[in-house]
């Protein structure tokens, strides 16, 4: 008995992995975005969802999971790009309220644009053939899909870490982010860094919407909860930070899975009850620098 | 005529209580029908409450919901499962907003800026998920339903509380009321002090404030505010539903506030009433309102950040001026 309870435990505990990895993703967005803008995407759910709804169509329409995992990203990294350049971009230097303001307006609009081409049903997703069926992990048997959920996962933060540590973008990234005014002192066009920022975010986002549409419901409102919880996991993480957006991704992951196995009804609370409690002890979250929040 | 029109202004902005009462008393009048005026004035009242830190505290939260909907609940649980009186049943629901206030202030005041819209956001999605599994007490999905009050007896006299407009004018006078509150606290020294503390926090806490205790008072009085809205709306429909709140009814006060003019008194009023009416008329064309209300809400912050109320007071200050400076006053 005692046995089977680990087994259990060590299942839940990758699940709560699976899970954590997807919030992970999202957080990780959510801050690029707000390191370098200083703008708090409050469309990123929006995002999310119409990823889920970009990947879950071009599945149907090219029938392979793999087209539209380069598709998706690329199609929602192109609506961040025309909204930051036409929608965010006349508000910078007007008060830090107004760009999450204008996301807020833009997520209503995006929802409703999801719900008028595709219904207010949503669609219906299911996990792609070749990623069906479970693993035996030694422990148990674990689903295939959502192992390759920690697995693609993995791979994103890598490339997108050598790419902000490595590449000659990553470090005017990396700069922008500390002073964008000596940035452009230096003859940096910081107004395209931004561009390429927002975009790079978004498409993120519609990333992480393409990888849990099969594990959960594709509908124009799926977004919503999902904001709250990539904001819980900003804030536990700390904002900016991108390896505080990992470890608290996975935490909230494991908090929520393992809430889940023993108080189910308490599941969707817990993880606001981490915040609260990471805010009383340290409120600049695990990662965060304590000046970065005024 | 320009004399007396200017007159009329300074009037006016000396004694605006006393305006917008006398609007008030004939606003259902105006509307095409008195439940629109009822949900003006309760919303209305929310949107002020939310200004309170918003627009005067410069503090954007993104979680009132939950004090509109502690405050129905509260009322709702104290009349169908206590069965205590309307009166009492509306106590208890301001009561208690004023202590999920005090929690989840004490909480969101640590941080600032971004942060905290972000972490309001956050503790209101626990609200939300407790009243929403406390089905015993709440409905659940389904919402707390039964918060009956078919007559108001007060003092020997008895109002017929379903007849529209009777119902108008008892809810009216809980919200002038509150109203007047909120004119007076703005006229207050406190008011100087919280609108500093948008100002610049810093040299608020230079000049002796303290800006913590002051946040956290100004948090408690605005969840006070949405919550007596929220009672009021309890009685008014006579059911709780679960949206109240949820992260969109948050986000609702937001738009009204925005929409009316920020950081004026009345704008949040005046933006609910523009909320609910195009609501009304663009319902009766399309299907598509969240989406319409989004994108006037873009236009609003891209072009119009002072909204109706602020730009149009712009504007008349900007006639007066040049009035006076013609006639040399």
């Given at each position: 008995m005692a046995d089977l309870t680990l087994q259990l435990l060590a299942l839940q505990l990758m699940t709560g992995i699976a899970l954590?990895?997807?919030?992970?993703?999202?957080?990780?967005?959510?801050?690029?975005?707000?390191?370098?803008?200083?703008?708090?995407?409050?469309?990123?759910?929006?995002?999310?969802?119409?990823?889920?709804?970009?990947?879950?169509?071009?599945?149907?329409?090219?029938?392979?999971?793999?087209?539209?995992?380069?598709?998706?990203?690329?199609?929602?990294?192109?609506?961040?790009?025309?909204?930051?350049?036409?929608?965010?971009?006349?508000?910078?230097?007007?008060?830090?309220?107004?760009?999450?303001?204008?996301?807020?307006?833009?997520?209503?609009?995006?929802?409703?644009?999801?719900?008028?081409?595709?219904?207010?049903?949503?669609?219906?997703?299911?996990?792609?053939?070749?990623?069906?069926?479970?693993?035996?992990?030694?422990?148990?048997?674990?689903?295939?899909?959502?192992?390759?959920?920690?697995?693609?996962?993995?791979?994103?933060?890598?490339?997108?870490?050598?790419?902000?540590?490595?590449?000659?973008?990553?470090?005017?990234?990396?700069?922008?982010?500390?002073?964008?005014?000596?940035?452009?002192?230096?003859?940096?066009?910081?107004?395209?860094?931004?561009?390429?920022?927002?975009?790079?975010?978004?498409?993120?986002?519609?990333?992480?919407?393409?990888?849990?549409?099969?594990?959960?419901?594709?509908?124009?409102?799926?977004?919503?909860?999902?904001?709250?919880?990539?904001?819980?996991?900003?804030?536990?993480?700390?904002?900016?930070?991108?390896?505080?957006?990992?470890?608290?991704?996975?935490?909230?992951?494991?908090?929520?899975?393992?809430?889940?196995?023993?108080?189910?009804?308490?599941?969707?609370?817990?993880i606001f009850v981490l915040m609260a409690v990471v805010l009383l002890i340290r409120p600049q979250g695990l990662f965060g620098k304590a000046g970065l929040m005024s | 005529m320009g004399h007396f029109i200017h007159h009329a202004i300074e009037r006016i902005r000396q004694h605006r209580m006393l305006a917008t009462t006398a609007f008030l008393l004939v606003f259902p009048f105006l509307m095409p029908y008195e439940t629109l005026a009822i949900n003006i004035l309760i919303f209305g009242l929310y949107a002020v409450g939310f200004n309170l830190l918003f627009g005067y505290t410069g503090m954007l939260s993104f979680g009132h919901a939950a004090f509109l909907g502690v405050g129905s609940y509260l009322t709702g649980i104290a009349v169908v499962h206590a069965g205590w009186p309307w009166w009492a049943a509306i106590v208890v629901g301001v009561m208690s907003s004023c202590v999920a206030g005090v929690v989840i202030g004490y909480l969101a005041i640590r941080t600032r800026g971004i942060y905290f819209s972000m972490v309001t956001l956050a503790l209101a999605q626990i609200v939300y998920f407790g009243f929403y599994k406390a089905e015993r007490w709440t409905g659940g999905e389904n919402g707390l339903r039964g918060v009956k009050v078919d007559v108001i007896s007060l003092l020997g006299f008895r109002i017929d509380f379903l007849n529209p407009l009777s119902k108008y004018y008892v809810i009216l006078v809980f919200v002038l009321l509150a109203l007047w509150l909120v004119s007076r606290l703005l006229n207050s020294p406190f008011g100087a002090v919280i609108e500093s503390i948008r100002e610049n926090e810093k040299r608020a806490a230079a000049c002796g404030y303290n800006v913590a205790q002051s946040k956290l008072l100004v948090f408690v009085l605005s969840a006070g505010i949405c919550g007596l809205a929220g009672a009021l709306r309890a009685l008014h429909l006579s059911i709780v539903p679960i949206d109240s709140l949820h992260y969109l009814q948050s986000g609702q006060a937001v738009m009204m506030c925005l929409l009316g003019g920020m950081g004026t008194f009345l704008g949040p009023f005046v933006g609910a009433a523009v909320f609910l009416y195009l609501e009304d008329v663009v319902t009766n064309v399309t299907r598509y309102w969240m989406g319409v209300v989004g994108l006037v809400f873009m236009i609003f912050v891209l072009f119009f950040p002072k909204g109706v109320w602020g730009t149009t007071l712009d504007w008349i200050a900007r006639w007066q001026r040049k009035y006076a400076g013609k006639e040399g006053l």
């Open positions: 954590g990895a997807l919030y992970a993703l999202l957080a990780i967005g959510l801050s690029l975005i707000f390191g370098m803008l200083t703008v708090v995407n409050f469309a990123h759910g929006a995002f999310f969802m119409v990823g889920a709804f970009f990947g879950v169509y071009a599945m149907g329409l090219t029938g392979s999971f793999w087209f539209s995992l380069v598709l998706v990203p690329l199609a929602t990294g192109a609506l961040g790009l025309v909204c930051e350049r036409f929608l965010v971009r006349p508000l910078y230097g007007r008060g830090i309220d107004y760009p999450l303001l204008l996301t807020f307006g833009l997520s209503y609009v995006l929802i409703e644009l999801m719900r008028i081409v595709f219904g207010i049903e949503g669609l219906p997703s299911s996990t792609p053939p070749e990623l069906r069926g479970s693993v035996n992990l030694g422990f148990g048997f674990f689903p295939l899909y959502r192992l390759f959920l920690i697995a693609a996962t993995a791979i994103i933060v890598l490339a997108l870490w050598l790419f902000i540590e490595k590449t000659r973008f990553g470090l005017i990234i990396r700069a922008g982010s500390r002073d964008p005014e000596i940035v452009k002192v230096l003859g940096i066009d910081i107004a395209k860094v931004w561009l390429m920022v927002f975009g790079i975010g978004t498409a993120i986002a519609g990333l992480s919407g393409l990888l849990a549409a099969p594990t959960r419901a594709v509908n124009p409102e799926m977004g919503i909860p999902i904001l709250a919880e990539s904001f819980v996991v900003t804030v536990v993480g700390g904002m900016g930070s991108l390896p505080g957006a990992v470890v608290a991704g996975l935490l909230v992951g494991i908090v929520f899975s393992m809430t889940s196995l023993f108080a189910p009804e308490y599941a969707e609370m817990s | -």
